[in-house]
T-cell receptor
Framework: ETGVTQSPTHLIKTRGQQVTLRCSSQ?????VSWYQQALGQGPQFIFQ???????GRGNFPPRFSGLQFPNYSSELNVNALELDDSALYLCASSLDGRAKNIQYFGAGTRLSVL | DQQVKQNSPSLSVQEGRISILNCDYTNSMFDYFLWYKKYPAEGPTFLIS?????DKNEDGRFTVFLNKSAKHLSLHIVPSQPGDSAVYFC????????????FGRGTSLIVHP
């Protein structure tokens, strides 16, 4: 067990709705990254937060947004849900954003958009 | 455009034999490579890594080999055990950049008793 917890584990939404996913980082970690893993694909980087500031963003539209809180927990918000947003959303925390720091992943939130 | 490619979606191996999982990359800026293992209903867990200044890194039954000229790395598991059955992801980073790993699509390893 990594100490990274995500909630909820499963979620069903309809197209056009908004969703908030939550992540609690491993103790002592100040960096959190969010990934989208579609079926049959590897995790795709959405964005990273370091000490409450966005520290990098992948190729995702602005309707994907995030927050990191002073306790380093984090949220991923997705507005105007589309069918293609159906995926496993993974959160990963690390000591900081440096290359050799290992990322510890949560078990993910499975989002289904109908 | 996939910068990290795992061309074998699945691999089946007998218990006790060697498992070899392969990964190719196209971005010559990548200089740090990782392997993650993922069981169903769990997140990926870090397995082993290698820096581009090395061509081999070993940790128990797991060895990663890096061939920079071929832009190829492989993960060897010897001997394979049924508990190794999982999806294995190769990931690559540019250490001087944003440190964000780029993942391959994964290879599903099944180790038969």
């Amino acid at each position: 067990e990594t100490g990274v917890t995500q909630s909820p584990t499963h979620l069903i939404k309809t197209r056009g709705q908004q969703v908030t996913l939550r992540c609690s980082s491993q103790s002592g970690h100040n960096t959190v990254s969010w990934y989208q893993q579609a079926l049959g694909q590897g995790p795709q980087f959405i964005f990273q937060y370091y000490r409450e500031e966005e520290n990098g963003r992948g190729n995702f539209p602005p309707r994907f947004s995030g927050l990191q809180f002073p306790n380093y927990s984090s949220e991923l918000n997705v507005n105007a849900l589309e069918l293609d947003d159906s995926a496993l959303y993974l959160c990963a925390s690390s000591l900081d954003g440096r290359a050799k720091n290992i990322q510890y992943f949560g078990a993910g939130t499975r989002l289904s958009v109908l | 455009d996939q910068q990290v490619k795992q061309n074998s979606p699945s691999l089946s191996v007998q218990e006790g034999r060697i498992s070899i999982l392969n990964c190719d990359y196209t971005n010559s800026m990548f200089d740090y490579f990782l392997w993650y293992k993922k069981y169903p209903a769990e997140g990926p867990t870090f397995l082993i890594s290698i820096s581009s200044i090395k061509d081999k890194n070993e940790d128990g039954r797991f060895t990663v080999f890096l061939n920079k000229s071929a832009k190829h790395l492989s993960l060897h598991i010897v001997p394979s055990q049924p508990g190794d059955s999982a999806v294995y992801f190769c990931a690559a980073k540019v250490s001087g950049g944003s440190y964000i790993p780029t993942f391959g699509r994964g290879t599903s390893l099944i180790v038969h008793p």
